[in-house]
């Protein structure tokens, strides 16, 4: 749920952001973002931070 949520306010976000950055800058933020989540979702020392991270996961993805 958390992940779903995310990505509807990223969608909604992502059109403005790649005008103004550009595609290519954007997909490697995203990228990034995803990879520093993933990897901070491995170790979380509960539920409630993983849910965080996966959120944040969530909204990386592109």
Do not use: E, H, K, N
Request: charged residues 20%; hydrophobic residues 50%; proline residues 5%.
């Amino acid at each position: 749920m958390a992940v779903s949520a995310s990505r509807v306010v990223r969608y909604r976000c992502s059109a403005p952001v790649c005008d103004l950055a550009g595609r290519r800058r954007v997909f490697r933020l995203g990228v990034t973002a995803f990879l520093l989540t993933s990897l901070a979702c491995a170790p979380a020392p509960g539920a409630t931070a993983l849910i965080v991270f996966r959120a944040a996961q969530g909204a990386s993805r592109r």
